[in-house]
């Protein structure tokens, strides 16, 4: 399968520990974002990185957030101290740039529950 | 603020009706639009894109859009769905000013009785 790869596809933590995803792109796409989708709601966007340059942050990516993409291929996307709110599914897309937009391509995502 | 307004949020349709999701974006600029799929179980799939030109562009499996810029609207089509069309649907927006932010709606979830 070479799609977007995202691990693990499910995690359980207690309130207040540290956690990490991460996710594989495709190969050759140098566009990589990150979205969390809640019950009853599109995907949000919380990041997107150009190679292994972080381009652009949501607000919605608190303190207790940080995603790393270091050699421009695979990234991590970090939660410290988890709250309950946090708990959403995690999505990551990537995507080719050719000048021109192009569509993201999804993984299956994170699911994430913080008891 | 940029956002995209999905009309519906459920829908069931009998095998063979026609369908028509609204889609509405809150943005003045360029955009692209987007409509995803997500089927039971698996990850978001492209259905159709508009970037420019012909503001009908069709799909896979059938479906359709048409972007009409003075109303702000994608809106999704498909003459005939079928029991394999059970899903839900998002409409999404990026922004072309250089940033790659994508705007999606809250979904449609869509029903097909068979």
């Known amino acids: 399968d070479t799609g977007v790869s995202q691990d693990p596809r499910h995690k359980i933590t207690k309130r207040g520990q540290n956690v990490t995803f991460r996710c594989d792109p495709i190969s050759e796409h140098n566009r990589l974002y990150w979205y969390r989708q809640t019950l009853g709601q599109g995907p949000e966007f919380l990041t997107y990185?150009?190679?292994?340059?972080?381009?652009?942050k949501s607000r919605l990516l608190s303190d207790r957030f940080s995603a790393e993409r270091p050699k421009g291929s695979f990234s991590t996307l970090e939660i410290q101290r988890t709250e309950q709110g946090d708990s959403a599914m995690y999505l990551c897309a990537s995507s080719q740039s050719t000048g021109a937009l192009t569509e993201a391509f999804f993984g299956q995502g994170t699911r994430l529950t913080v008891v | 603020a940029q956002s995209v307004s999905q009309h519906n949020h459920h829908v069931i349709l009998s095998e063979a009706a026609s369908l028509e999701l609204g889609c509405n974006y809150s943005?003045?600029?360029?955009?692209?639009l987007f409509w995803y799929v997500q089927y039971p179980g698996q990850h978001l799939q492209l259905l159709l894109k508009?970037?420019?030109?012909?503001?009908l562009v069709k799909g896979i499996k059938g479906f359709e859009a048409e972007f009409i810029k003075s109303k702000f609207s994608f809106n999704l089509r498909k003459p005939s769905v079928q029991w394999s069309d059970t899903a839900e649907y998002f409409c999404?927006?990026?922004?072309?000013?250089?940033?790659?932010?994508?705007?999606f709606g809250a979904g449609t979830r869509l029903f097909v009785k068979a």
């Open positions: 508009y970037f420019s030109g012909d503001p």
């Open positions: 990185f150009q190679n292994e340059a972080q381009l652009e």
């Open positions: 943005y003045g600029g360029t955009v692209n």
């Open positions: 999404a927006v990026t922004l072309n000013t250089g940033g790659f932010k994508t705007i």
